[in-house]
């Protein structure tokens, strides 16, 4: 399916942490970098909606640090998407929300976006989280930041039925609190 980006071996981060995502529990995969946290999230993200298009609202939510974070993200997954009919949306803070609204509202089924800009979209209802399949954190340390940790907990009140992975270099006591809210019963991937 991916024979063009030439991906042979899996690390073995990789090797541990992509059947126990496909199983779908939550999980904290924690690993360091280089070790193929990212191409994980990408590879799972995809295998969970099948490379297909579905309805209009997003089946997956990638949620990470900062615009330049995102853009990454996103530069990531279009080597993947390409050559698959999803629409991955990238919500870049730069535009106003409105326009980030509507362009949603069009219809996406990988959304990228900071905790600013999916705040934003959340408290103006312009983000659907029924059909929300996949919710990823990538470099999950940042919700230790008060704005992130709050747009999870209301986010996650109105997601009722969904996979969390959080991605982090190390398991953050922070990361860890959690549990107690939407990450209950969570398996925990950790290779050094």
């Given amino acids: 399916m991916f024979e063009y980006l030439e991906i042979t071996t899996p690390t073995p981060f990789q090797k541990a942490s992509i059947p126990v995502i496909k199983s779908g529990a939550n999980i904290f995969c924690t690993a360091p970098e280089g070790s193929g946290k990212t191409t994980t999230l990408i590879l799972t993200t995809l295998q969970k909606l099948k490379c297909e298009e579905v309805g209009t609202a997003p089946r997956a939510i990638v949620l990470v640090e900062n615009r330049e974070k995102a853009s990454e993200i996103y530069e990531a997954f279009l080597k993947y998407v390409r050559h698959h009919p999803l629409r991955l949306y990238l919500c870049d803070e730069k535009l106003h929300i409105d326009v980030?609204?509507?362009?949603?509202?069009?219809?996406?089924?990988?959304?990228?976006?900071?905790?600013?800009?999916?705040?934003?979209?959340?408290?103006?209802?312009?983000?659907?989280?029924?059909?929300?399949?996949?919710?990823?954190?990538?470099?999950?340390?940042?919700?230790e930041q008060k704005v992130a940790h709050n747009t999870m907990m209301l986010l996650t009140q109105s997601i009722h039925k969904c996979q969390f992975v959080m991605y982090s270099e190390k398991m953050h006591p922070s990361l860890k609190r959690y549990e107690s809210y939407f990450m209950q019963h969570a398996r925990v991937i950790s290779t050094k």
């Fill in 100 to 143: 980030i609204k509507s362009e949603v509202f069009e219809g996406v089924d990988i959304l990228i976006a900071t905790p600013k800009t999916l705040n934003k979209l959340f408290l103006l209802e312009g983000i659907n989280t029924t059909q929300l399949q996949i919710f990823s954190m990538d470099d999950a340390a940042f919700l």
